[in-house]
């Protein structure tokens, strides 16, 4: 069996790759993704380099994205990204194509359909992606990760899966952020590859907030802005005078993500849909700032769900300041057993089987095609 998976979440990919080989040993996999996130950084994502470290071939894909652009050279990439995915469709010939959302996915499909190559795609969200909507007319089946979303596609076509995840986040496997001293610990992150707003904020606030709590902090790794490289000289030089201690990653990955979640009597993080789940399934009390510009608000959408159960504070990015980061920090520490789930069957929303009913969905796909 071969399978292309492509898409934005590569996060949620990992534990249905995780099922393949597990499941179905000798399958083939082939990914299409970014090998760089912005055209200004020069370092490779981690899509790339966790992708790649599983001896996955990564095809860096050129597509272009249509939404809230206005970029003459990036729309020119749309067509380029549909030769270059299927020219590679044909070199391949893979038995079905898995998808994960974004607008890497809609030249990977849509050339796939054009060669009878059938589709499963997994919507993480609450509400409906572009991409998603738009290629719900050429997959075969959509995998939904929130029950809420049946609305927004055919009902033939809907399995109910949830948003795969990793089993790191619940098995603690280091000892990196054991802190001698009687300060709760916070976790900082922005997904995988970090955020540059919140890096800002996090630099002018570091001194105030070592005053009162460890930070295990996610800076992730652009080369334009080096925010690691920065951060790393502000704490050593308030290192001296802090309270608390302040552990640095670009990346937290599999080895330390379970510590730094058990650790943390609060998380600090954007609102994208595997992240909520994760929190959600953890009941972790978190401080939410949704990326403002992302399709739909999904993200503002996401974050409403765990303030709804009780979990979550949501700091809009227009009001983020230096000011404003620490008070809403303190403020929850401050009263943290106040942030628990005010409802057990919320619980229930989290689907601890998702990447195997995944996995299970492509195989059978690729048998039905036979």
């Known amino acids: ?13 990992l534990p249905v790759i995780d099922q393949f080989r597990s499941k179905y040993p000798g399958t083939e996999l082939y990914w299409f993704g970014h090998r760089r996130s912005l055209a200004s950084d020069k370092n490779d994502t981690l899509e790339f380099k966790e992708i790649t470290a599983l001896g996955i071939p990564f095809y860096n894909l050129q597509a272009g994205k249509v939404y809230k652009t206005f970029n003459l050279l990036r729309l020119l990439k749309v067509p380029f990204g549909f030769i270059q ?90 000892d990196s952020f054991n802190s001698a001293n009687s300060l709760p610990t916070i976790y900082i992150t922005a997904g995988k590859t970090g955020s540059h707003t919140i890096n800002e904020v996090v630099k002018e606030a570091l001194p105030e907030l070592l005053s009162v709590c460890n930070v295990i902090h996610q800076s992730g790794d652009h080369s334009k802005f080096n925010d690691y490289g920065q951060l790393e000289s502000i704490y050593k030089e308030v290192s001296s005078l802090a309270n608390g201690k302040f552990y640095l990653r670009k990346f937290v990955l599999d080895a330390e993500i379970g510590e730094a979640f058990n650790r943390s ?35 503002k959408e996401n974050a409403l769900i765990l303030q709804k159960y009780g979990l979550a504070e949501i700091l809009e990015e227009k009001d983020l300041s230096e000011d404003t980061f620490f008070a809403t920090v303190k403020k ?22 998702a990447a195997e009913i995944i996995a299970d969905e492509t195989y059978r796909l690729t048998q039905r095609n036979n």
């Open 1 to 13: 069996m071969k399978i292309v998976i492509t898409g934005g979440h590569h996060s949620s990919a």
């Open 85 to 174: 995915a299927f020219r590679w469709l044909l070199k391949i010939k893979p038995d079905v194509i898995l998808s994960f959302g974004g607008y890497l996915a809609v030249p990977t499909v849509i050339s796939g359909w054009v060669l009878g190559i059938p589709s499963i795609t997994h919507e993480q969200t609450v509400v409906v992606g572009y991409a998603n909507k738009l290629l719900s007319t050429f997959v075969k089946k959509i995998c939904i990760g929130w029950k809420d979303s049946v609305k927004y596609f055919p009902a033939n076509k809907i399995v109910y899966s949830g948003v795969p995840l990793r089993k790191a986040v619940f098995e603690i496997g280091s």
């Open 265 to 299: 009597a609060l998380v600090v993080s954007r609102s994208g849909a595997h992240t909520v789940t994760e929190l959600l399934a953890l009941e972790k009390p978190c401080v939410l700032i949704p990326i403002p510009w992302v399709s739909h608000d999904e993200q």
């Open 332 to 353: 929850v520490l401050g009263h943290i057993h106040a942030y628990k789930l005010n409802d057990k069957e919320a619980a229930e929303m989290v689907n601890l089987n």
